[in-house]
C-alpha cells in the first residue's frame, strides 16, 4: 500500500513501491485522503456551505490527480493496481484500509509541523495499523537491501519488527543484529540476546553479524552511526512510543529514525 500526501511530493514513495513490486511480483494499492477544514468560527450560513464546496472540489481534483500520478508511475511495475481515496482525515483512512496490505509505505514528512488534513502521519500509522511501516526519505528511488541494519531490543516491538522484516532480510546480501546498551542493561544479557536473533535469522537461512555497542549518545544518533559504520542501506526497528504528545516531548529513537533519517526504515509494533 503507496500511501501519497496531498501537498508534498510523492516519487520517493512510488519509486520505492515500485521497485518493491517489481522485486515481489506484487499488486499494489494506492491510497490518499484529506478532510474537509472546518470554516473559521465567524463564517456561517451559505456563505461557509460554499466554502466547504469549494474545499471539497479541490480535494476532489487534487485526489483524482494522484490515482493519474498513481497509476502511470506504477502501470508496468505492479503485478496489479488498485486505488482508494475519501474525504477523511488520512491517518484514520490509511490505518482502517491497512488491513488490505502487507506492508505500508509512507514518505517522510517533508516538515515536522505538518497538515494533518493532508497528510498521514507515519508515527501514527505504525502505532495503529498492525502492519510494517516503511518510511521512505525523499532521496529514495529504490529500496537498497545490499545491508540491512536490524536494532535489537529484547521486547516485544523488535521481535515483531525482525518478523515482519523477513521477505526483505531473505533479499538482503548483508545483516547485521545490533543491540546499544542503554542504562541499567547489561552486556552479559544483550549478547546473548542478540546471538540468539542471528542464529533464528541463520534458521531461515539468512547469516547476520552481531554488534553489541554502549550507549554514547542519543540512541537514535547512534543507531545512525552504527547503519554508517556498516554501510546499512535499510533500518529495521520496533516502534516504541504511546502517543503523539509523548514522542515530541520525550522524543525518542521512533521519531529520530521517522523524520531523520536518510536511509529507508521499516517499522513496526
Not at 494499492?29 to 463564517?43: E, H, K
Not at 494522484?66 to 503485478?79: H, N, P, Y
Not at 525523499?138 to 518478523?163: C, G, I, M, S, Y
Request: aromatic content about 6%.
Amino acid at each position: 500500500m503507496a500511501s501519497l500526501a496531498l501537498d508534498q511530493s510523492n516519487d520517493a514513495c512510488l519509486a520505492v513501491a515500485g521497485d518493491i513490486a517489481e522485486r515481489f511480483e506484487a499488486q499494489v494499492i494506492g491510497i490518499a485522503a484529506s478532510d474537509v477544514r472546518p470554516p473559521l468560527y465567524f463564517t456561517e450560513g451559505g456563505y461557509a456551505e460554499k466554502l466547504l464546496a469549494d474545499e471539497r472540489a479541490v480535494i476532489e481534483a487534487r485526489l483524482s490527480e494522484l490515482e493519474g500520478l498513481f497509476r502511470a508511475s506504477l502501470d508496468k511495475r505492479a503485478k496489479a493496481l488498485a486505488w482508494r481515496s475519501s474525504l477523511q482525515f488520512p491517518t484514520t483512512y490509511i490505518v482502517d484500509e491497512a488491513r488490505a496490505t502487507d506492508l505500508v509505505v509512507c514518505a517522510r514528512p517533508a516538515a515536522p509541523n505538518f497538515d494533518s488534513y493532508s497528510f498521514a502521519d507515519p508515527n501514527d500509522i505504525v502505532m495503529q495499523a498492525g502492519r510494517p511501516v516503511l518510511v521512505v526519505p525523499p532521496a529514495a528511488r529504490l529500496l537498497d537491501l545490499r545491508r540491512v541494519l536490524v536494532a535489537w531490543k529484547n521486547t516485544r516491538e523488535a521481535r515483531r519488527a525482525v518478523f515482519d522484516a523477513l521477505p526483505l532480510l531473505a533479499r538482503a546480501k548483508d545483516v547485521t543484529v545490533v543491540e546499544i546498551i542503554e542504562d541499567g542493561d547489561r552486556r552479559a544479557n544483550a549478547l546473548p540476546s542478540v546471538k540468539d536473533v542471528a542464529s533464528w535469522l541463520d534458521a531461515h537461512g539468512i547469516p547476520a553479524e552481531v554488534i553489541v555497542a554502549d550507549r554514547k549518545a542519543d540512541v537514535g544518533s547512534q543507531l545512525e552511526n552504527v547503519a554508517a559504520d556498516v554501510g546499512a542501506t535499510l533500518i529495521v526497528a520496533g516502534a516504541y512510543g504511546h502517543s503523539r504528545f509523548r514522542e515530541w516531548i520525550m522524543g525518542g529513537v521512533t521519531r529520530h529514525l521517522m523524520t531523520q533519517s536518510t536511509r529507508c526504515v521499516l517499522l513496526s509494533r
